[in-house]
């Protein structure tokens, strides 16, 4: 396991090297020049000249790349913001937590009420119950998430009062925005865990396990449910990575202080430098979450587990005879 986990590691690092140049190239290839819109029209070219050898501009594509991904290699350093000159580190590290928190509050929610949801569809296939599952399902699917966030502003925060319509101050003010992309993403999250546990609702060990005398819980949860998790568990790791990128919206309807807020603000004035931080902080966490989600598959099935040592004690042999 330790060896997988080091081997995928060592994967994240060309990953991150692949997303970093493919954003230096979109944006050397991007018609404009920031430098107009951040001193503005009355600019003259000795200024807009001298902007551009300040921030090395001037220099051949390879020079700014490799600079670039040295200073954070060597530094932590993402440069400086064309916006205000602030070190885009520190305002980065200010911001995360707001997004990453959204994040996880809003993977709770869809995770916890799709797979309760799920659960009861499979175990009461062709019910009433499973009926209205299925066209909530399709409902969560279909609804654009910016509408029904502006509907459960109108509702909660508008006409009922309950909960603040902006800000993310405390745990009242989580409750709109992790509610609503939580409640649309349930939907698909519903979806896998109902597939999943029908397809092991009639195996063959499932029916043994009857046979036994087992009670009716201890099959759904420890014989079912577990030989379901690995489409579930996948789900989970793809949900989380797209609430990340969603909360793009839901930080611009809701007022909130987080990365979302920061990129859209950065492509609005063409911020290359913080636009690429901010991207490269998200790949990096959806890395690691879904390096996380396949650790989590050998705990759910032991299986998986056996592939893992199956593979190191692989590598041993090899290793052995190679010496």
């Not at 430098?35 to 001298?50: H, R, S, V």
């Not at 990365?259 to 913080?274: E, W």
């Not at 636009?275 to 998986?304: F, G």
């Given at each position: 396991m330790?060896?997988?986990i080091?081997?995928r590691l060592l994967m994240m690092?060309?990953?991150?090297?692949?997303?970093?140049l493919?954003?230096f190239?979109?944006?050397?290839?991007?018609p404009g020049?920031?430098a107009?819109?951040q001193?503005?029209?009355d600019?003259t070219?000795?200024?807009i000249?001298?902007?551009?050898e300040?921030?090395?501009?001037n220099?051949p594509?390879?020079?700014q790349?490799?600079?670039?991904?040295?200073?954070?290699?060597?530094r932590?350093d993402f440069?400086n913001?064309w916006r205000?000159?602030?070190?885009?580190?520190q305002?980065?590290?200010?911001?995360?937590?707001?997004t990453?928190?959204?994040?996880i509050?809003?993977?709770?929610?869809?995770?916890?009420?799709?797979?309760l949801?799920?659960i009861?569809?499979?175990?009461?296939?062709g019910s009433?119950g499973d009926a209205?599952?299925?066209?909530i399902?399709?409902l969560g699917?279909?609804?654009?998430?910016f509408w029904?966030?502006?509907?459960?502003?109108?509702?909660f925060a508008?006409r009922?009062?309950?909960?603040?319509?902006?800000?993310f101050?405390g745990?009242?003010?989580?409750i709109?925005?992790?509610g609503?992309?939580?409640?649309?993403?349930?939907s698909?999250q519903?979806?896998?865990?109902r597939?999943?546990m029908l397809?092991?609702i009639?195996?063959d060990?499932?029916?043994?396990?009857?046979?036994?005398?087992?009670e009716e819980?201890?099959i759904?949860?420890h014989?079912?449910?577990?030989?379901?998790?690995i489409?579930i568990?996948?789900?989970?790791?793809?949900?989380?990575a797209?609430?990340?990128?969603g909360?793009?919206?839901?930080?611009?309807?809701?007022?909130i202080?987080?990365?979302?807020?920061l990129?859209?603000?950065?492509i609005?004035?063409r911020?290359?430098p913080?636009?690429?931080a901010s991207?490269?902080l998200v790949?990096a966490?959806?890395s690691?979450v879904n390096?996380?989600?396949?650790?989590?598959?050998?705990a759910?099935?032991?299986?998986v587990?056996?592939?893992f040592k199956?593979?190191s004690g692989?590598f041993l042999?090899?290793k052995?005879?190679?010496?």
């Amino acid at each position: 396991m330790g060896r997988y986990i080091l081997k995928r590691l060592l994967m994240m690092i060309p990953v991150l090297l692949s997303v970093v140049l493919l954003i230096f190239i979109l944006q050397f290839i991007t018609p404009g020049d920031p430098a107009k819109l951040q001193l503005g029209t009355d600019a003259t070219n000795e200024e807009i000249e001298n902007w551009h050898e300040k921030y090395g501009l001037n220099d051949p594509f390879a020079v700014q790349f490799t600079r670039y991904v040295w200073g954070i290699v060597s530094r932590g350093d993402f440069g400086n913001s064309w916006r205000n000159g602030q070190p885009i580190t520190q305002e980065i590290i200010s911001r995360w937590p707001t997004t990453f928190l959204l994040a996880i509050l809003t993977t709770l929610v869809s995770v916890i009420s799709g797979t309760l949801l799920g659960i009861y569809a499979a175990l009461h296939r062709g019910s009433l119950g499973d009926a209205i599952a299925r066209v909530i399902g399709i409902l969560g699917i279909s609804l654009p998430n910016f509408w029904f966030a502006l509907m459960m502003i109108l509702l909660f925060a508008v006409r009922l009062q309950w909960l603040p319509v902006s800000g993310f101050y405390g745990p009242l003010y989580w409750i709109l925005p992790a509610g609503t992309l939580g409640v649309l993403g349930a939907s698909s999250q519903m979806r896998i865990t109902r597939s999943a546990m029908l397809d092991n609702i009639n195996a063959d060990f499932v029916r043994t396990a009857r046979a036994k005398g087992q009670e009716e819980r201890v099959i759904t949860y420890h014989h079912i449910l577990r030989n379901a998790l690995i489409p579930i568990l996948t789900n989970v790791g793809s949900r989380f990575a797209q609430n990340l990128t969603g909360t793009m919206i839901l930080e611009q309807i809701f007022a909130i202080p987080g990365i979302g807020t920061l990129m859209v603000l950065a492509i609005n004035k063409r911020d290359y430098p913080q636009l690429r931080a901010s991207v490269i902080l998200v790949a990096a966490t959806v890395s690691v979450v879904n390096l996380l989600i396949d650790i989590a598959y050998a705990a759910a099935d032991p299986r998986v587990k056996a592939t893992f040592k199956s593979s190191s004690g692989n590598f041993l042999k090899f290793k052995k005879r190679a010496g």
